[in-house]
């Protein structure tokens, strides 16, 4: 994460977990205010996902590359180009047409790297770290996955040390690249809600022990040290979620 980018993000996570000392908004509060944010469009290339890009008559250049931070791939011929944004055939269509002046047929297909299920460095899967059992990258399978869901499949929160009240989510946009943060009160006995709080690709989850006090040594802890891109990626700020 480029120091820069850290200083405008830092008093934004601040104003967003800085006063951790009480709990946080109940899960069953909160759940319908974060699921009004999910992004129900086709699914857009993010910087962190895995392209793998096949030629079909220049087989030379196929390859796996993850998109970067700024949303770029520095591809054969065409160098730095951005990918970030679009979908996969909106992206075939655009790398076609720039491909035209070098190949006679530039017919090319890509697919998104992460498997269903299967989580690795290069996955667009949900991050979960702090006081669970397994922290790490879960892979997001077919199905709608949920905060306890998230949860489970991490091993289960350490029940003698996780905060669970304290438990944080941050939530990057598919189309402007900005997070929003929440403060969740996501103890057991919210768990049988009415509706779950779903999450989706990109999110990152932090269930803490004790409450959170020091925002930079979290995100240096808990952020850049788990997740491959890092937490700003092509983002230019944190929006406090209300509630």
Not at 33 to 42: K, Q, R, S, V
Not at 150 to 161: D, E, I, N, S, Y
Not at 231 to 243: D, Q, R
């Amino acid at each position: 994460m480029k120091p820069g980018v850290m200083r405008r993000i830092f008093p934004l996570l601040c104003a967003a977990f800085g006063a951790c000392a009480s709990y946080g908004r109940p899960l069953v509060e909160v759940a319908p205010i974060i699921n009004a944010t999910l992004y129900m469009g086709p699914t857009l290339v993010e910087p962190g996902d895995m392209l793998d890009i096949r030629f079909a008559y220049k087989t030379d250049w196929n390859q796996t590359q993850r998109v970067r931070e700024d949303g770029c791939l520095s591809l054969p011929r065409i160098g730095a180009t951005r990918v970030a944004g679009l979908t996969v055939t909106e992206l075939e269509r655009s790398l076609g047409e720039k491909y035209q002046p070098f190949l006679e047929l530039p017919m090319l297909s890509i697919n998104l790297g992460d498997q269903p299920g299967v989580a690795s460095a290069g996955d667009a899967g949900i991050a979960v770290s702090g006081e669970v059992t397994r922290p790490g990258l879960i892979g997001m399978r077919a199905e709608r996955l949920t905060l306890v869901d998230a949860l489970a499949r991490a091993g289960g929160h350490l029940k003698a040390t996780a905060l669970l009240g304290n438990t944080l989510l941050l939530r990057r946009s598919p189309q402007t690249g900005l997070y929003t943060g929440w403060r969740i009160d996501a103890r057991e006995e919210y768990w049988s809600a009415a509706e779950p709080l779903y999450l989706q690709r990109h999110d990152l989850v932090f269930v803490p022990n004790t409450p959170i006090d020091n925002v930079n040594i979290w995100v240096d802890q808990y952020i850049n040290k788990m997740v491959p891109i890092g937490v700003t990626s092509f983002a230019v700020g944190i929006v406090v979620g209300k509630g």
